[in-house]
């Protein structure tokens, strides 16, 4: 790979579709979040050049997906995925539950390939309408339709007790798995999980980490994202980037705190406590109680077969990133503000010189950027269902 033809470019692969073609798609999905606006408002706000929506398979998107693709809005690649006229890359993908109570992304590379999924999965689910149905079908038959249609199997939010592969089923995908384990070439960690926690666990070695939003809202699309080095915006180069193929791969991990997630710490049902003490936590030691939410950490250090993090060669690094929003101090007209001046949010994380940033937002929230880029910031833990929160004056 030559030297010139190098994009370094940053992705959201687990973004959800709220309404498409007049009809909800995900419930619990802000209906703000719909395909156009995604692409051509949203993505470039947040400095996305890379967005899967998973989604995808639904009948209303697809209806979206195929008029945009008949106004010219998309254009199918060749070497698979949807390039927008803004320069955004599409990569359609669906999430589905498998029997075993499980999410999957299945990101796939073309219009026909979508069309073969959803006659595929037609009769195995109740409403083609709605987002992440459970399908009839299981984990092994599911990497071999992937594998018939030329898409990419990834496990979602692996971690979390809340259908995560990891946090709900096994704790072993070499053995929940068989052979077909060794189609699995990515896996995703979800937001309350990093490099390091996952990798207390010795068969994610084999495994490239994504880190995504799983967003329900505009606003949430980009919390957590990927940079991408390749050389083309298509499906190809993506695939390789996720099987460390051809000089393509993943930079870096950009995601929050796993303390910031809201499956961080186990969670007492009975008396809304979150665990403090050292994991793995399954009983409440406030009030006794086992009627309890493993936290991922918690459950995470339950499985594990390591103490250290066992990373392959090349693991990129995880940087720990809060939503600019999400930081104490920043309202919404200093936000439009730095957007206006730096053009986008991950130019504000990534790139801002701090005294720029001073000047438009002031020292403490430059300080306080800065600081993020470089380390962790001050984080009351989150659990059961809350996010944790950035403490006040940390800048
Ligand atoms: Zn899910
Ligand atoms: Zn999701």
Not at 49 to 58: C, F, H, K
Not at 268 to 292: F, L, N, Q, R, W
Not at 319 to 325: F, G, L, S
Request: with cysteine; hydrophobic share 35%; aromatic share 8%.
């Amino acid at each position: 790979m030559g030297v010139d033809n190098i994009l370094n470019i940053y992705g959201d692969m687990h973004i959800h579709i709220g309404r498409a073609a007049g009809k909800a798609v995900k419930i619990t999905a802000s209906s703000q979040l719909q395909l156009k606006s995604i692409i051509y408002r949203d993505a470039p706000r947040k400095g996305l050049e890379m967005v899967g929506v998973v989604d995808a398979g639904t009948l209303p998107v697809a209806q979206e997906l195929e008029e945009m693709l008949q106004t010219g809005e998309l254009r199918e690649l060749r070497a698979g995925g949807f390039l927008a006229r803004n320069g955004v890359l599409l990569i359609a993908a669906c999430e589905l539950e498998s029997i075993e109570g499980v999410h999957w992304i299945i990101y796939l590379p073309a219009w026909e390939k979508l069309r073969e999924y959803q006659r595929f999965i037609r009769s195995r689910v109740s409403n083609m309408q709605l987002s992440t149905q459970k399908v009839r079908i299981s984990a092994k038959e599911l990497v071999n339709m992937t594998c018939i249609l030329e898409g990419i199997l990834c496990p979602a939010h692996a971690f979390t007790p809340h259908k995560g592969i990891y946090g709900f089923w096994t704790d072993s995908l070499k053995k929940a798995l068989g052979s077909d384990y060794r189609q699995i070439r990515v896996i995703e960690l979800g937001l309350s999980s990093d490099s390091d926690m996952a990798a207390t666990i010795d068969e994610t070695r084999a495994f490239t980490f994504l880190t995504n939003s799983d967003a329900h809202s505009p606003d949430n699309i980009g919390r957590e994202f990927n940079r991408f080095r390749l050389k083309n915006k298509n499906f190809l180069e993506f695939k390789y980037c996720l099987e460390n193929a051809q000089g393509r791969r993943i930079m870096a991990n950009f995601g929050l705190d796993p303390r910031l997630g809201k499956y961080h710490r186990s969670y007492c049902i009975s008396c809304s406590t979150i665990s403090t003490e050292a994991p793995p936590v399954s009983h409440c030691y406030k009030c006794g109680s086992d009627k309890m939410v493993m936290g991922v950490y918690d459950r995470i250090a339950a499985i594990q077969d390591r103490k250290e993090p066992g990373h392959m060669i090349g693991r990129p690094p995880y940087y720990y990133r809060v939503p600019i929003k999400q930081l104490p101090g920043v309202g919404p007209k200093t936000y439009e503000k730095m957007l206006n001046y730096f053009g986008s949010e991950i130019n504000i994380m990534e790139e801002a010189a701090q005294s720029d940033l001073a000047r438009i937002a002031g020292e403490q929230i430059a300080d306080m950027i800065v600081k993020m880029r470089t380390g962790r910031l001050p984080i009351i833990p989150g659990g059961g269902g809350h996010y944790g929160k950035v403490q006040k004056n940390s800048g």
